[in-house]
């Protein structure tokens, strides 16, 4: 038994069975790493998500009145949730893990809020979406549970949800505070230099229309077949990207590094039928938590791409290929503060070398992405993974 004295907010035991689930606000879970399928992961990162609009909604209040919105994803915290869920499940009983308290003390600050919920299959994402939504509103109702969503301290979570043989979904979330004082990394602007991904490949193509410095990221990724033009002779490279070409370029990127693609998720987004062409490159998204579409459960793979929404895939495709990953800067960017949707996601993929801005400081979080800007980004990328 540790002797430490960590800080951690504990609550009163909320039992609701006649909405058929349990909730327990606060503290100490964990343990093992446990894997999961793609509905599970698809649930965590829902989950991370439902809490970053409960703090953006709440941003003006006295609860979260000393800073950050968005809480940055944790692996650390994600193994301990994960542990901590599958424990549960396997007692099928509502508990708290004390592993979380050997892990995370002493000193930290932290926190975490558990639940389950029957009727959710593993392989219906609607389902799955209804759960983690009435479950986070529940907690939202619970002041111990409310407390810790809410809370400025915290700087990071990791979630961890298992789904059992009876359909039922066991959640841990956890929260810790950080130190924010993370080493600034260098901005890279403009193009990209194709590196040792590819100098032995590169060749040009018949595109007529390329020129300029994103030229050789879009001949490097054309002669690996990461990136197509539309036409043989036409790349257009003043067009927006689109949510499901993106999607299409991200599960690529994931092939061509080595790495192994997310799980697939069917049936992830209403408007991503099996007839287009980018929907198995959306569910494998959708089952590693990178894509989560909207909240209405539509993915509009059609739509145009601003540089947030790209910013925030990058982080969450920079976290399957290499765990946690650094937020670095905060508020790097003059129109991106702190408060903004996917600021940590801006903040670590800058952090990381992927994105830049302007001279003067702007990111331009809402204009749509170019096709000839894709390009360097996905470079940048497939170049981090190569070293």
Do not use: K
């Not at 540790?2 to 069975?17: E, I, K, M, T």
């Not at 993370?182 to 060749?203: D, F, H, K, M, Q």
């Amino acid at each position: 038994m540790s002797s430490c004295r960590p800080h951690v907010r504990r609550g009163p035991w909320l039992v609701l069975l006649a909405l058929t689930f349990t909730l327990l606000p606060t503290h100490p879970s964990g343990g093992f790493a446990a894997s999961g399928n793609g509905g599970e992961t698809y649930a965590e990162h829902v989950f991370a998500a439902e809490h970053d609009e409960a703090r953006r909604a709440e941003g003006g209040t006295a609860v979260v009145r000393t800073g950050t919105t968005e809480l940055a994803w944790s692996a650390e915290l994600h193994d301990l949730a994960r542990s901590s869920s599958a424990r549960m499940a396997q007692r099928a009983r509502m508990d708290h893990d004390p592993a979380i308290r050997e892990a995370l003390c002493c000193g930290a600050v932290f926190g975490d809020n558990v639940g389950r919920i029957s009727r959710t299959p593993a392989d219906d994402p609607a389902a799955i979406r209804r759960s983690v939504e009435q479950l986070t509103s529940m907690w939202l109702r619970s002041s111990g549970h409310r407390s810790n969503m809410l809370d400025a301290r915290f700087t990071h979570i990791g979630v961890g949800v298992v789904i059992d043989a009876d359909d039922t979904l066991w959640v841990t979330a956890v929260f810790q505070t950080r130190d924010a004082t993370v080493a600034s990394g260098t901005l890279v602007a403009g193009g990209s230099e194709p590196g040792g991904v590819c100098a032995a490949t590169i060749r040009r193509s018949s595109f007529t229309d390329v020129r300029g410095v994103h030229a050789d990221a879009i001949e490097c990724l054309a002669a690996r077949g990461i990136i197509e033009g539309v036409s043989p002779t036409h790349f257009d490279p003043a067009s927006t990207v689109t949510r499901g070409q993106l999607a299409l370029l991200l599960t690529r990127t994931i092939d061509a590094s080595g790495a192994t693609l997310p799980p697939r998720l069917d049936g992830a987004f209403s408007d991503v039928r099996p007839e287009v062409r980018s929907a198995r490159a959306v569910e494998h998204l959708a089952g590693g938590g990178i894509a989560l579409g909207r909240p209405d459960g539509r993915f509009q793979p059609n739509a145009p791409i601003t540089r947030a929404q790209f910013a925030a895939q990058l982080a969450a495709t920079l976290r399957h290929l290499d765990g946690e990953v650094a937020t670095g800067e905060r508020e790097r960017f003059i129109d991106v503060p702190t408060h903004r949707r996917f600021s940590r996601a801006i903040d670590a993929s800058a952090h990381a070398g992927l994105i830049a801005g302007d001279a003067d400081g702007r990111f331009h979080p809402d204009t749509p992405l170019r096709r000839d800007q894709t390009a360097s980004l996905i470079l940048r990328l497939l170049e981090r993974e190569h070293g």
